[in-house]
C-alpha cells in the first residue's frame, strides 16, 4: 500500500512563494516517476511538472522558470517550489506517483493566489 501526503498550501499574495511537499510512505520503488498536478473547479487536472530517476525533471510551459520539482530520496518526499505566484496558479495541487504500472494520488493541497 502507497499513501501520499501533500502539505505547504495556503493563502499568499501575488508574486508571493510557497513549497509544497509530497510524502510518499509504504512500499516504494527505487525506481518511479513523482508529479505534480493542479485543479481548478469545473477544469480537468492539470500536469504542472515531474521528476524521474536521476533527477531528470520536465514542467508545463505554463509554469516553466517559476516553479521547481525536487525529491529527497531518503525521505521519500518530492517538493515544488512555487515563486512569483499568480492568481491563475490558485488550485489544488495534487501529488502523484506512478511505479511498477500503478498510480497512487495524494489528497491534494489548496493554493489560493490573491491579487
Known amino acids: 500500500q502507497v499513501q501520499l501526503v501533500e502539505s505547504g498550501g495556503g493563502l499568499v499574495q501575488a508574486g508571493g512563494s510557497l513549497r509544497l511537499s509530497c510524502a510518499a510512505s509504504?512500499?516504494?520503488?527505487?525506481?518511479?516517476?513523482m508529479r505534480w498536478y493542479r485543479q481548478t473547479p469545473g477544469k480537468q487536472r492539470e500536469w504542472v511538472a515531474f521528476?524521474?530517476?536521476?533527477?531528470?525533471?520536465n514542467y508545463a510551459d505554463s509554469v516553466k522558470g517559476r516553479f521547481t520539482i525536487s525529491r529527497d530520496n531518503t525521505k521519500n518526499t518530492v517538493y515544488l517550489q512555487i515563486d512569483s505566484l499568480k492568481p491563475e496558479d490558485t488550485a489544488v495541487y495534487y501529488c502523484?506517483?506512478?511505479?511498477?504500472?500503478?498510480?497512487?494520488w495524494g489528497q491534494g493541497t489548496q493554493v489560493t493566489v490573491s491579487s
Open positions: 502523484n506517483l506512478f511505479q511498477r504500472g500503478n498510480n497512487y
Open positions: 509504504g512500499s516504494i520503488s527505487s525506481s518511479n516517476i
Open positions: 521528476i524521474m530517476d536521476g533527477d531528470n525533471t
